[in-house]
């Protein structure tokens, strides 16, 4: 038999009112803080992500779907969207049209991880990304827009844990004092961690390794070894997010990897759903931008992981009860009005949803069918009601039935 997939996942239409709820409540939290939706191709060229994500990083090192087509042009399917996002502002010259550009998307990624609980390889994200302005209150903001969605979900057992990464000038000199640290202990660390210590020591602090751990458990921390604006800047991020009462912890041990990350970072961090437990990551990258492009526009965004937040809810116990509902049932009783049954439905389609049966089941049969559809009237249509022009309509919420003039059906 032919299956989706391993790691990929049908959404079928029991799943979709989790699915519709949760991004009706992204659009208007999006729409509060005046977020526009951008929506851009599943694929790019290679070397976006490659320039934009950093060739050291687990997703462009071991994760992309990249494939030659066939003409030659190395693609990829999206890992993440900033890339893109900024591609996009770039070449549509968004960031000359408007000093500050507020986007939000909802999309499918890619990534060929190990598939486990909470992890896919086609996954959905939801996220927002600011563009022209080095204020610490859109960090605030971002901050503030991620926890107020996870709120509005329900969800209850997350922590919003940030941290500071400064400007490169003093990550640069701490990147120093790390090493200088780690040199003796170089043959201690995980083989992984010894080629991070060359490609990007910050991540020696993600290392799940226990002795890794151990060792990063002394090292200097870069919030100790900060600049005075960097500090400047992430004091006032602390009270914007204190002033707008949203509860969080400083982990000097956030990194989260990315080379074009500066000051804030953040994770909104769930307690529901077992290992894979950021629902949400996010941060400043002041450096992106020239990175891929010619000019200098600083960004700070988030995404946040669809399918992680939703089994969040499922065990929280906060996915919304779904009642299946309709307007009209159309009940034939007797097999050869189908026709004319077929011509009530498409009239009452102007207005309502409706529907009947197509299976030639017995009058009990559809009664209980309009049961499951939770049909809120059922519309008899048959005998010598239908003779003289009329059906018998019955309310289903009390019972109640009277015959209506099929010429007035609206
Ligand atoms: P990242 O872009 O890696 O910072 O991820 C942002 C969020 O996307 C994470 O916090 C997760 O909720 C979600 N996410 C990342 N990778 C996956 C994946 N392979 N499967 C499901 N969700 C993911």
């Given at each position: 038999m032919l299956k989706a997939i391993t790691g990929t996942k049908d959404i079928l239409p029991i799943d979709i009112p989790n699915w519709n709820n949760l991004e009706g409540i992204v659009h208007n939290a999006m729409n509060s803080f005046n977020y526009n939706e951008i929506r851009t191709p599943i694929f790019e060229e290679t070397r976006l992500f490659s320039r934009g994500i950093g060739e050291s990083t687990d997703i462009v090192g071991k994760e992309m779907y990249t494939f030659l087509d066939r003409s030659e042009t190395s693609v990829t399917l999206?890992?993440?969207m900033t890339a893109s996002v900024v591609r996009a502002l770039l070449e549509h010259s968004l960031d000359k049209q408007f000093q500050l550009n507020k986007l939000f998307y909802i999309s499918p990624m890619f990534r060929q991880e190990r598939p486990q609980a909470g992890r896919f390889r086609q996954f959905h994200q939801f996220g927002a990304e600011a563009l022209g302005s080095t204020s610490p209150a859109l960090d605030a903001e971002m901050i503030l827009l991620a926890y107020n969605i996870l709120k509005s979900l329900g969800l209850t057992n997350f922590v919003v844990k940030i941290n500071s990464l400064g400007i490169p000038s003093s990550r640069e000199n701490y990147k120093n004092l790390l090493k200088e640290y780690l040199a003796d202990k170089l043959n201690d660390l995980s083989e992984e961690s010894k080629k991070r210590y060359e490609t990007n020591i910050l991540r020696l602090f993600d290392s799940k390794d226990k002795n890794d751990i151990k060792i990063m458990e002394h090292a200097p921390l870069l919030m100790e070894h900060l600049d005075e604006e960097s500090l400047e800047h992430f004091q006032e991020v602390k009270q914007m997010l204190l002033s707008a009462g949203v509860p969080f912890e400083v982990d000097p041990?956030?990194?989260?990897?990315?080379?074009?990350?500066?000051?804030t970072t953040f994770e909104l961090v769930s307690g529901s759903v077992g290992s894979q437990s950021a629902l949400c990551g996010g941060g400043r990258y002041d450096l992106l931008v020239k990175q891929l492009g010619e000019r200098d526009v600083p960004g700070v965004g988030f995404a946040a992981g669809i399918e992680r937040i939703l089994l969040a809810m499922e065990n929280e116990k906060v996915l919304p009860e779904v009642n299946p509902k309709i307007d009209y049932y159309i009940v034939r009783l007797e097999k050869e009005l189908n026709k004319n049954v077929f011509e009530i439905a498409t009239k009452l389609r102007i207005e309502n949803s409706v529907e009947f049966d197509y299976t030639q089941r017995s009058v009990k049969a559809q009664m209980r069918e309009a049961n499951r559809l939770g049909a809120e009237k059922v519309l008899m249509i048959g005998g010598e009601e239908y003779e003289r022009g009329m059906a018998v309509l019955k309310i289903?919420?009390?019972g109640s039935q009277e015959e209506i003039e099929l010429a007035e059906l609206k």
């Open positions: 999206k890992p993440e041990k956030l990194v989260r990897g990315l080379d074009y990350y500066t000051h289903m919420a009390d």
